[in-house]
């Protein structure tokens, strides 16, 4: 028999959470989200577990993110909407994230390596999220005509200054000392010391076995260049930003200009709409409906299934996006993105307490 997709213990205090499909680099599916989430609650009830530790097997990294082919067959098969398999799954991931952020007891999480999409919004919203020189960490999701979801435009929105409207749009992924500079992570602790940090959690608090191995954030090279980034990506529209960039003196600028205009324009217009409008949201359970929204809005798109055909399913990297450029994008097709669902909707609601 084959071992199962995701490995669950209970030892030495601790509740053990293995992501367990290295070949795929761990990427999330519905069955792994249900069985996270269950075993979580469970946890959170047991007086016997201290702490919960996440982590991924295989050398490649925690999560690459969701099984986008599953997806994709929903979106080509026209099988949309909130009760869709797709839209079942993000409806656990989305609860799943949220239950995260607001966990009773510890929750630590070890991000070496990929950790892309789904993978963020497991390990994003935790109360320790550890780093290693190894990390690439980001949201993908406008290269395959997709949004950020999972929580992830709440985390973007709250990054300082502009950085996380440039991770989004650009899809570049963050290093670890980016990581931790726009809040996506807490402690950087070398790949060679993580079994030995595994190993003192089974003994000590999270607080202090971490500090026994933490070493001093890596610099980040996106907090350095703020001063571009902030003035580019604060502008209100897609043109706008850039056309900002492409007008920068700095070749950083103007290769994020053409990251930018190699990714959906739809999705870039409907990935700002909801940064801005995650900034202003009182909490991420606010975010995660209308995120919601957006997802399943995705699946009766065309780029959606475009992105992964091109990315994922062919492979040739040529992209045939519908409208193909900025300009040729409606408000109309935006607004879109963002109606309601009726009794569809996810319906998350804040803690009492809580804002």
Known sequence: MS??????????????????????????????????????REWARDDEVRAVVVTGAGERGLCAGGD???????????????????GRFWRDEYILNAYIARYPKPYVVVM??????????????????????????????????????????????HTPGEIGTHVALTTSPMTAGDAIAAGFADYFVPTEDIPALLSALRTSEPDVAIAKFARPAPVSALAGQRDWIDTCYSADTVEEIVARLQAHPAPSAQRAAGDILSKSPVALKVTLRSLRRARGSANLERVLDAEYRVSVAALRSHDLVEGIRAQVIDKDREPRWRPAALAEVTAAQVDSYFTALGDGELKLVAPEGHP
């Open 68 to 86: 986008i082919v599953g997806i994709y067959h929903d979106a080509k098969d026209g099988a949309g909407g909130a009760d869709s398999p797709s």
């Open 3 to 40: 071992e199962p997709e995701v490995l669950l213990d209970k030892r030495d205090g601790l509740g053990l959470v293995t992501l367990n499909r290295p070949k795929a680099i761990n990427a999330l599916n519905h069955p792994m989200t249900q069985a996270i989430l269950a075993a979580l």
């Open 112 to 157: 070496d390596g990929i950790v892309m999409g789904g993978g963020v919004g497991l390990s994003g919203h935790g109360s320790h999220r550890i780093v290693t020189e190894r990390s690439k960490i980001g949201m993908p999701e406008t290269g395959i005509g997709f949004v950020p979801d999972v929580g992830g435009t709440y985390l973007l929105a």
